[in-house]
């Protein structure tokens, strides 16, 4: 895994303008480091590795192609590399390494040619010097990060903002409509980014710019469905997820082929993913996604996999237990650390510097601790992020529709009126009252929210994933987009529309952020083999019937694990990566929280400070949980505080 950075602009270029932007990604490529740089063109690319595949001299990056015409600053992996390489026949390959096989591809196939053969996670940037054009990349599902913007006079483009900030004449202006979107999901949602004139390359998605291109800012993100882009600019998907959707699903396969089709493509992924000249492990919570990852990773191998997890002290969080078991059963090398407050507000200062944008998913925390603890004994470490999204896990997925079943004979009035009884009662009472259930009394909040709510997927969809339902705590009124399409896979039923709109939104912004920030700050390449194209699209054809079953999701994948663990192991209730953060903030939190919330909140041109206030005032009473919302607000107060 690597760190992409670069500059073009219209008078002279340094290549030690390149190298400082680069320089700031040191974490994401510790290895090596490069710079290439065309003073006529004003274009300076530069390139941080962590060798994973041919660590010699060979993969050093930039890369030239062996004509001359392509340099590629490429973060990634393709893991079909070595069948690209029989595809393109003989050559005299100066090494191993996955990045010369994609430079041969580019030039025989073209870039968007090549990377719809190619099967990986990657970003990149590439420079045509016969065209003396820009592209930039990214993977099909985007769980690689790229950035590009523009100065007054040059385009920036990086792995991380970090690397843009870095850059001569950088604005670091915030973008009331990025904030707005920020406030609403918790992260910058892709095109945006948190700037102004700064946005994220969509996933699936190759941007092509030109030199008209550096003298028109683009004010709006450029997209590749929008007929009117800005001057010298073209974008285009090399992968697209409604395509893939409108070809519909396999309704003649029965249930047993459903299994064997995807436990035989989820293995192969598998089995490309573990390839690496450097050690791979595993993040292992005990859940269904990280033992079947886990499960594949031992049927493909005679060795133990090495596994990793978190826990922590607090009753009803710590899933320690139940990793521990999955790898006592499947008899992996197993490390284990537990977490209290006080390891979490150690690294909180250095949170802002790692997901150097407002981010606010609370795991992002013991994610960081599980990365670092990782690193210590390998370079790789599988994730089995991806598995909610495609076979209907989200209790979101599973819910809402039996709720709505029984709710819809209710008159309007009579169910909103039940729905404010339910989040009229503190979720504290609620733990209390369903001791059994983790964190019950943020659940019950949401169902009341929902029930508040037209019987509108769309509805039910947003009551369960947007913050500040009742307006956004900002001072000045933003036209802010929405990331929801309510016509797009119009034929599907309800859980499949919200996995769509997860995979577009959720998934890239926030779980895969968190993903690839946590582990990069650790110097660790984390794949996910489950967001494999391949597994991708076969989890697509199979029937929601195979995924959804009795009231449970990811049925498919539970018969799968079966083959592997007792049933003990495998039916309980869903908890998902969580901490006791709405605790801590009443606790050893507080004063941290109150200080972020002060003079700065009221000084901050863009909040509200008073209902925010309100909120904080109401946490703290306990009469409601407003954990999300006000952990978003901290989170960009911290990270306001770099710029």
Known sequence: MCGVAGLWTRGSVHAADARTMADTLSHRGPDDAGVWADPDAGIAIAHRRLSIIDPSPAGHQPMLSPCGRFVLSFNGEIYNHPSLRQQLGEFEWRGRSDTETLLHAIARWGLAGALARSTGMFALALWDRQTRTLALARDRIGEKPLYFGWTEDAILFGSELKALRAAPHFRAEVSPQALSLYLRYNYVPAPWSIFRHVFKVEPGTIVTLDAEALGHPSGEPPRADDRDLSVGIRCERFWSLDAMLDRGNDERVDAAEAIDRVHACLRDAVLRQSMADMPVGAFLSGGIDSSTIVAMMREISDRPVRTFTIGFREAGFDEAPFARAVADHLGTEHSELQVDPSDILAIIPDIPTIYDEPFADSSQLPSVLLSRMARQSVTVALSGDGGDELFCGYNRYLFPQRLWSMAEALPGPLRRSIGSTITAIAPERWDRLARAIPMA???????????????????????????????????????????????????????????????????????????????????????????????????????????????????????????????????RPKAGFALPLGQWLRAELRDWGEALLGDALRDDPLLDAARIGQRWAEHQRGSHDWTPSLWGILMYRAWAATC
């Open 441 to 571: 009394g943020v659940k019950a909040h949401k169902i009341g929210r929902m029930l508040q709510t037209p019987a509108r997927t769309i509805d039910i969809y947003r009551a369960a994933t947007e913050e500040w339902q009742d307006g956004l705590p900002i001072r000045a009124t933003f036209p802010v987009p929405s990331l929801l399409n309510e016509h797009a896979a119009a034929g599907r039923v309800p859980e499949e529309r919200m996995m769509r709109w997860d995979m577009i939104g959720y998934l890239p912004g926030d779980i895969l952020t968190k993903l690839d920030r946590a582990s990069m700050s650790a110097g660790l390449e984390a794949r996910a083999p489950f967001l494999d194209h391949h597994v991708v699209e076969q989890a697509w054809r199979t029937p929601i019937a195979f995924k959804k079953r009795e009231g449970q999701g990811k049925w498919v994948l539970r018969q799968i694990l079966r083959r592997h663990l007792p049933d003990t192991l495998i039916d």
